[in-house]
């Protein structure tokens, strides 16, 4: 059974339009993270979050949003997707001072 | 705050042979250290991870050795495969500040047949 799910796991959208990345866990962490990954390189964090009422900004945060909506979803939001944010975005969950896991990735393309 | 340096960016070893990667990281009250692989197009997952009162762990053909007074750790595959190809990541916690991981930017590990 999957522990971090992400949906879609394949998206692709128009310039302008508004996109709903969802990672949902069943991991019982209280910290969950939205990152980036482009073609050959690193990890970019963009949100997040270490409880339902906590919620932070990464280091590449313009252009995106989320919502913690319980402790097990942490939702990431395009307001207006642009072609540069076509990328691979991965949801992670972890206990205080433990590992991450990762979810599959959403592949994200914007046209 | 934290900051991890990985070396080498990409790394090229015949089969068989042995493979090391090294970060350094400047929090010294960081504890905890992990390495994640990621193949292609996948998730990276965790391989093996060391705390600050050990200071070196093995698991079959992966080691990891850490140096707490010099600030750097690394990771050591043996006996390489051609599975072992992937992007490695090394990764430090933030300490007491909130144990958020500081990633390194990665190595691609390439394995020669």
């Known amino acids: 059974d999957a522990d971090v799910t992400q949906t879609p796991r394949n998206r692709i959208t128009k310039t302008g339009k508004r996109i709903m990345l969802e990672c949902s866990q069943t991991?019982?962490?209280?910290?969950m993270y939205w990152y980036r990954q482009d073609p050959g390189l690193g990890l970019q964090l963009i949100y997040y979050?270490?409880?339902?009422?906590?919620?932070n900004k990464g280091e590449i945060s313009d252009g995106y949003s989320v919502s913690r909506q319980a402790q097990a979803k942490f939702s990431l939001s395009l307001e207006s997707a642009i072609p540069n944010q076509t990328a691979l975005y991965f949801c992670a969950t972890s206990a205080k001072g433990g590992g991450y896991t990762f979810g599959s990735g959403t592949r994200l393309t914007v046209v | 705050g934290e900051n991890v340096e990985q070396h080498p960016s990409t790394l090229s070893v015949q089969e068989g042979d042995s493979a090391v990667i090294k970060c350094t990281y400047s929090?010294?009250?960081?504890?905890?250290f992990p390495w994640y692989k990621q193949e292609l197009g996948k998730r990276p997952q965790l391989i093996i991870d060391?705390?600050?009162n050990v200071g070196e762990k093995k698991d079959q053909r992966i080691a990891v050795t850490l140096n707490k007074t010099a600030k750097h750790f690394s990771l050591h595959i043996t006996e390489t495969q051609p599975e072992d190809s992937a992007v490695y990541f090394c990764a430090a916690d933030g300490g007491y500040s909130n144990y958020q991981l500081i990633w390194g930017a990665g190595t691609k590990l390439i394995i020669k047949p």
């Open positions: 060391i705390r600050s």
């Open positions: 979050s270490f409880d339902v009422k906590d919620i």
């Open positions: 929090d010294s009250a960081s504890n905890y």
């Open positions: 991991k019982g962490h209280d910290r």
